[in-house]
């Protein structure tokens, strides 16, 4: 105990007394700190550590009144052995047994979605100087004032009593109302609170969809290329997937949608082309599942990114007989990290989906939902989309200028918008390894073959978003990366 140091940076993001407080618990709960001996003394410890000695009293005093010490008059502080847990010995307690062959869980498993083609991306992303990574924001525009300010009000104690509650299979009625009257009229819908479901992202809502809607005898139509977790999350429940081609204009709607369960869009920006789906097509679109009795599941993530014009309705605006199920995210401009997402469908299919839902995990974080609704409610979710909107159509423009300037052997398909830009280069170009050979220059980009639903995909395409990466960095990034192009057309000249 004598010897005993307890490390703090004073430098550091995390307050002196909270860094003191983690170092004491841990040490208590490892078992280096013993209930026979008393810990250091306030003024002993504060000298050694170079802190003041309120620090150290008022750390000692908030882990005394949660317990984990005991104050013994005029001999200091003890660890209450009461409060701790002492690890068990492994041996000690359980008895010999004979060692037996390993589960085979190869012929256990009935699902290996690990052997799916996904969509790799580096989690060190950030300690690279051109990440061209889609779907990861810029920490710099997120508004934590705002946020912090929001998380205050959800842990207001009237606030408190309604989100510990366990709420079975509802969501916080202030986020419905928020989403219903604040973000959905955005893009034309009208819904009833009981036709909206709030999930764990996009990601959640099209699991729930897969789970009521496909299945063995079941056909999914979707976009190729396109959205490589949608066609996994499928997948995985036997359903036949058909791919429909994908042109300037987005999915092609013709004779190959006939005789599907669901088809799969992604209208406002394509995933991963960023085309438009046209207001004609849109329509063409439900008067075919209409006619032919298909369901549309519309993903409409990043519909607000659009800075040439004005975003195109939503397909479930113009939805008259309740066969769109449409799925929306606050990922895009919150953070992917939150997990804040939503669906709108019939009435009929909400309930199911909510029922399933609470067999899954009955709903998400109600405390996240209040501090969401109340971010909403105060403007600040407008006015962050505003913001991004401005910051994003920087990048975007950046984006065209350096591509054309760096990379002009690359075609793109016209957009308006997005986060991203999807390039085709030459043919005998493998974007495959590129990437690899780009991460090793410290250039993040994604190849663009996983978006392809073929036993043989074509292997000169790739994404590169702009929504992470510094502005300053975009064009020499491309400048680099357009050095590696050249390089690897040679090498198989």
């Not at 012929?107 to 979605?113: F, G, K």
């Amino acid at each position: 105990m004598r010897d005993f140091i307890f490390p703090v940076r004073h430098d550091g993001d995390v307050g002196l007394q909270a860094q003191l407080r983690r170092q004491l618990i841990d040490a208590i709960l490892d078992g280096r700190l013993s209930g026979s001996d008393p810990l250091p003394s306030c003024r002993r410890l504060a000298h050694s550590l170079g802190v003041s000695r309120n620090t150290v009293v008022l750390a000692y005093q908030a882990l005394a009144d949660e317990g984990l010490l005991i104050s013994r008059e005029r001999i200091g502080y003890f660890v209450n052995t009461d409060m701790v847990f002492q690890q068990i010995d492994g041996q000690a307690a359980s008895p010999e047994i004979e060692r037996s062959s390993e589960v085979d869980w190869f012929n256990r498993l009935r699902l290996r979605p690990s052997e799916q083609h996904h969509v790799v991306k580096p989690r060190n992303w950030r300690r690279y100087p051109y990440p061209f990574i889609y779907g990861q924001p810029d920490p710099k525009l997120f508004p934590v004032s705002t946020w912090r300010m929001c998380s205050r009000q959800a842990l207001g104690v009237e606030a408190i009593q309604s989100w510990t509650e366990d709420n079975f299979n509802d969501d916080d009625p202030r986020l419905i109302e928020e989403i219903r009257t604040r973000v959905l009229p955005r893009r034309g819908i009208k819904a009833q609170p009981q036709e909206i479901l709030v999930t764990l992202g996009a990601q959640n809502a099209l699991f729930l969809i897969a789970e009521l809607l496909a299945g063995q005898g079941k056909v999914v139509a979707v976009e190729n290329p396109g959205y490589v977790d949608t066609r996994n999350i499928f997948a995985i429940s036997g359903t036949e997937l058909r791919p429909i081609p994908v042109d300037h204009d987005g999915m092609v709607v013709d004779q190959r949608l006939d005789g599907c369960t669901c088809a799969y869009v992604t209208p406002s920006h394509q995933s991963p082309t960023t085309v438009t789906l046209p207001l004609e097509r849109r329509m063409a679109l439900m008067e075919r599942a209409q006619r032919q009795d298909f369901l549309i599941i519309e993903d409409d993530y990043e519909a607000e990114a659009n800075f040439l014009h004005a975003p195109t309705t939503a397909l479930k605006a113009m939805d008259r007989s309740g066969r769109v199920i449409y799925v929306g995210s606050f990922s895009k401009y919150l953070g992917p990290g939150l997990r804040m997402g939503y669906m709108v469908g019939a009435e009929e299919f909400i309930l199911e989906a909510r029922m399933l839902r609470r067999l899954m995990l009955r709903h998400p974080a109600t405390n996240n939902q209040r501090t969401l609704a109340l971010f909403i409610a105060g403007g600040h979710y407008d006015a962050l989309v505003h913001r991004l909107q401005r910051d994003f159509r920087t990048r975007w423009e950046l984006m065209g200028d350096a591509l054309e300037r760096y990379l002009p052997e690359f075609t793109r398909r016209p957009s308006y918008g997005g986060t991203s830009f999807w390039l085709e280069g030459p043919k005998s170009l493998d974007t495959d390894i590129l990437a690899r050979e780009a991460l090793q220059e410290g250039i993040v980009i994604e190849p663009g073959s996983a978006h392809f639903l073929s036993k043989k995909p074509p292997r000169n395409f790739m994404r590169l978003g702009f929504s992470s990466i510094e502005p300053e960095q975009i064009g020499p990034g491309l400048q680099a990366l357009s050095r590696l192009v050249a390089g690897s057309m040679q090498k198989r000249e």
